[in-house]
């Protein structure tokens, strides 16, 4: 059974939260601050599954999860749940954001929208997520096999002139 849906920025700034369980408010607050800390500090590579916050009902209850962007969709569940299960329905929430944005309908044809998301998996794949970028682009300008520094560029009419610059 789904025990919660929480939904905050990178920040641990709430955007939805449902709770399909009785918790005081006050409780509430610590569970979001709490599931957020759990799910924050964990590195994008390792598994979206962890055993559930102190104060949601301990090793019986999951937290699932994925980091989209600037958002964590995090599903607080009890043990009967499919992990695999609350990973798609997070997808879902994922291809929402695809359809609707700042309130506005951005597109209602389904090929469109599924296009758009396999389109964005297949890169997210190819890149080795975006968390690598950086890493990339060093290794790329590593391996340009450059004899020296360009002093000058030439690019049709217009001449760059390039300052000296420290050597990698």
């Given at each position: 059974m789904i025990k919660a849906i929480l939904i905050f920025n990178n920040h641990g700034k709430p955007r939805l939260i449902r709770f399909y369980e009785y918790f005081a408010e006050d409780v509430q607050q610590q569970i979001?601050?709490?599931?957020?800390?759990?799910?924050?500090?964990?590195?994008?590579?390792?598994?979206?599954?962890?055993?559930?916050?102190?104060?949601?009902?301990?090793?019986?209850?999951?937290?699932?999860?994925?980091?989209?962007?600037?958002?964590?969709?995090?599903?607080?569940?009890?043990?009967?749940?499919?992990?695999?299960g609350i990973l798609d329905l997070i997808q879902v929430h994922f291809i929402l954001q695809e359809v609707v944005m700042g309130g506005m309908v951005l597109e209602t044809n389904m090929n469109e929208i599924v296009g758009q998301v396999e389109l964005q998996n297949r890169m997210e794949k190819s890149e080795g997520g975006f968390s690598a970028a950086p890493a990339r682009a060093v290794s790329a300008v590593k391996n340009m096999n450059l004899p020296e520094m360009p002093r000058n560029i030439n690019i049709g009419d217009i001449n760059i002139k390039v300052p000296s610059l420290s050597p990698f």
């Open positions: 979001i601050r709490e599931t957020f800390h759990l799910v924050s500090k964990r590195d994008d590579n390792v598994c979206n599954f962890l055993e559930g916050g102190s104060l949601i009902g301990g090793s019986d209850y999951k937290l699932i999860y994925r980091h989209y962007a600037t958002l964590y969709f995090v599903f607080c569940v009890d043990s009967s749940e499919s992990e695999l």
